[in-house]
């Protein structure tokens, strides 16, 4: 389960931001690479090969997933993360939101996924109507999709978790809570609405684009920690935590990564040098949580 947002400044334009959860540690590459005469920039989860990030051309790509059923199954999980990340991949070497809309779909990406760069910012919600495990020949899968470009207004910020808003039948259900006894900690529809609505209270109050992945760092809005933006726990239990927070600036070609419980890999020498067109900096997250509270990733 992730929350992933963006939001319009008005000198700035279209930012991006994510929370990203995993109930592993993910050892994270910061790939920078000129590829078909054009440069991306990327977080890639080597064990999965999950990848969210920009172009040379400001276009950026970040999204939550749909599939989250069959996603938190380990024998989905991996699978369907790498089927997204080389999606993303192709996509991020276009040079227009439409023409890497155009691509995800025809992909058949699935999730809720911003597409933006300075200027304009699409919303593509894509997923399938029924698990893999209970499709049959004479009831295929089918994948539906559907996007909106969204507007350009100072402090519009629109906000997807899990659920699907312009897609209601995709992603968790009330009947994935039903199915659970509204037992805390398997609520996921709750969880995905709540997540939402709070990440978007708190982002509307921002000013600043610095300030984005702070307003996204909301961990004490519910007395219950599985219901707020920042998830806390125990990975080595099985939890699913926040292991990460995202954030790109298209205007600025600029990648921010938040490690919260993750490994990450990066060239400095070499990935922030003067001939680049892109560039990323790695945000400390020492005074956003008391790791000791909740768990060490350094253990």
């Known amino acids: 389960m992730c929350v992933v947002a963006a939001k319009y400044f008005k000198d700035t334009g279209w930012v991006g931001v994510k929370n990203r959860d995993r109930n592993y540690l993910p050892s994270i590459k910061i790939v920078q690479s000129d590829l078909k005469g054009l440069q991306r920039i990327f977080i890639y989860d080597k064990s999965t090969d999950y990848t969210e990030g920009l172009n040379e051309y400001g276009l950026c790509i970040i999204s939550s997933t749909m599939d989250v059923i069959e996603d938190e199954k380990p024998e989905h999980q991996k699978a369907l993360i790498r089927a997204v990340g080389k999606k993303v991949r192709d996509a991020l070497l276009e040079k227009t939101p439409q023409a890497a809309m155009k691509k995800l779909i025809a992909s058949e990406l699935s999730g809720a996924t911003f ?5 304009e910012c699409h919303l593509l919600e894509g997923g399938y109507d029924k698990l893999k495990s209970d499709a049959t020949p004479d009831n295929p899968r089918v994948f539906k999709h559907t996007s909106k470009r969204l507007e350009n207004k100072p402090n ?13 039948d995709i992603g968790y259900q009330k009947s994935h809570d039903e199915a659970n006894d509204g037992q805390c900690g398997h609520q996921p529809r709750a969880s995905s609405e709540k997540r939402m609505k709070y990440a978007e209270d708190s982002l509307k109050k921002v000013k600043q684009v ?3 992945l702070d307003g996204l760092a909301i961990k004490d809005a519910d007395k219950e920690t599985y219901f707020n933006p920042i998830r806390l726990g125990d990975p080595e239990k099985g939890d699913v935590v926040t292991t990460g927070q995202l954030m790109v600036v298209p205007q600025q070609k600029t990648l921010h ?9 990066v060239n400095y020498s070499g990935i922030n040098g003067p001939d680049k067109k892109t560039f990323f900096e790695i945000v400390s997250s020492r005074d956003l949580i008391a790791f000791k509270e909740h768990y060490n990733p350094w253990k």
Do not use: A, C
Request: hydrophobic content about 35%.
């Open 156 to 168: 519009n910020v629109v906000v997807r978790t899990n659920h699907g808003i312009l897609i209601p």
């Open 210 to 212: 610095t300030d984005m």
């Open 115 to 119: 597409v933006f760069n300075e200027k």
């Open 257 to 265: 990564y938040r490690p919260l419980y993750s490994e990450i890999e």
